[in-house]
């Protein structure tokens, strides 16, 4: 006999069966931290290459490029093998060992003595990215009703954007504030990574605490690695899904771009203006958080109206946006200039869009058997992305035009744009289903 799970509310959202207020109240202050844990890699390590290993400037570009195309590299290998173990183990576990490596990094990071000491601390950071990012994409798939998809990844988005803030802004700052008082630049780097450190092992005992332990299929039920192993590849038969590993491949480089080049842009734009190394790191940080500040203030308003629309219809919306935020820069000749901000605030809408875009159409097409091989194949396009886009960004940052990154990647939108305009066309999505019918608990 079937047993009836009653479905909850927390607030505006709609849980699934089985998921309780705790285990999404839990998820939503994990999902705070969990991004700007990730991306503040790039502040650390522009401050790493500027002050403790003093590495010029006009190098930083190839070699930030050729840092994330070595992450990169061991997540496209770890990817499908970390959905495995989050479909047969777990999420929350996987989860919590993910930001358990993330803090080893940061720990370790100001330790360096060369850039050769950056690639193999980055190999801890790339298992802490691709266990952070496999499981938590599982967790949004999981957590919500279907009629509310939209709208937890539009929260998700707001809060991890939020933490991208938080982490990046407040403690990107940090290291000014430390040598202001009298912290030599060295002592200054350790101590803010040894802050970012403890934060993401906190975090870790909260998954560890406060997520829903196992999977959504029983055991019995569950299908083998070899199964899972193939899943994610076999599963792009579906055109909505293969379009949903493209927007994958878009959104991870339209992020990684951001987060490595806005801070490295802004920061050589301030060296060359003659601050000092912790005043253009701090300016370049600046422009990054504008760029994050503008996509949380957008999550909330397109979240709801993906809820409304067709989730391919929606992704060409998106893709739409992110084309303009990032071709726009073509007319941008100084990110330091007065009017810049309204470049990067549309540079932000788009790229939160893309994002949304892309998780609320895998979020319906994922079937639940196979939910973290398929996110898993999900993240390895999102990898490749990372891998083309931030390798070749590098050098054209370096060698044609700071803006050379950003403009790759408008056009990629346009090209996936299209390609949504068609998947519409010839492969409509299926009616949503209405799961209004399991809700039997009140508002939590």
């Not at 003595?113 to 949004?140: H, M, N, P, Q, W």
């Not at 040894?194 to 092992?201: C, K, N, P, Q, R």
């Amino acid at each position: 006999m079937t047993v009836e799970h009653p479905a909850y509310r927390i607030g505006p959202i709609h849980l699934a069966p089985g998921i309780l207020p705790r285990h999404g109240w839990s998820f939503l202050g994990a999902a705070f931290f969990s991004i700007g844990l990730v991306t503040f890699i790039a502040i650390g390590q522009t401050y790493v290459l500027t002050e403790h290993l003093k590495v010029p400037t006009a190098q930083q570009g190839s070699i930030s490029g050729d840092l994330v195309f070595w992450t990169e590299l061991i997540t496209l290998a770890l990817f499908i093998p970390a959905g495995i173990l989050i479909d047969r183990i777990g999420r929350r576990s996987i989860y919590a060992i993910g930001l358990v490596l993330l803090g080893l990094t940061y720990a370790l990071y100001p330790l360096a003595e060369s850039v050769g000491d950056l690639y193999l601390y980055r190999i801890l950071y790339a298992c802490g990215v691709v266990t952070v990012a496999g499981a938590l994409s599982t967790v949004l798939v999981d957590y919500p009703a279907e009629r509310s998809r939209g709208k937890l990844v539009a929260i998700v988005g707001v809060l991890g954007g939020l933490g991208i803030v938080v982490t990046n802004q407040g403690l990107g700052a940090l290291p000014q504030a430390l040598t202001k008082a009298g912290f030599s630049g060295d002592e200054a780097g350790l101590y803010t990574h040894l802050v970012i450190a403890g934060i993401a092992l906190g975090v870790a005992l909260l998954v560890a605490l406060g997520l829903k332990g196992g999977t959504p299929v029983h055991k019995k039920d569950r299908p083998g690695i070899r199964a899972l192993f193939i899943s994610g590849f076999a599963q792009a038969r579906n055109p909505r899904i293969l379009l949903s590993y493209a927007s994958a491949f878009i959104a991870r480089g339209d992020q990684s771009v951001n987060a490595t080049f806005l801070v490295l842009w802004g920061s050589t734009a301030g060296i060359a203006a003659g601050m000092g190394s912790a005043e253009a790191i701090k300016t370049g940080t600046l422009i990054f958080v504008t760029a994050q500040i503008a996509a949380l203030l957008w999550a909330p308003v397109l979240g709801p109206l993906i809820d409304r629309m067709d989730r391919v219809s929606a992704l060409a919306l998106c893709m739409a946006l992110a084309a303009i935020g990032n071709l726009a820069l073509l007319f941008l000749d100084d990110p330091l200039g007065g009017n810049a901000t309204y470049f990067f605030i549309l540079l932000g809408i788009g790229q939160i869009s893309v994002y949304l875009g892309g998780q609320s159409l895998i979020g319906q097409e994922a079937p639940k058997r196979e939910r973290g091989s398929v996110i898993g194949a999900f993240n390895v396009s999102g990898a490749i992305g990372i891998l083309l886009i931030t390798s070749s960004g590098g050098r054209l940052f370096d060698h044609v035009d700071p803006r050379a990154p950003f403009i790759v990647v408008g056009v990629l939108n346009v090209l996936l744009f299209l390609a949504s305009v068609y998947v519409r066309l010839k492969a409509p999505s299926p009616p949503i289903a209405d799961d209004r019918e399991h809700e039997h608990a009140g508002v939590h």
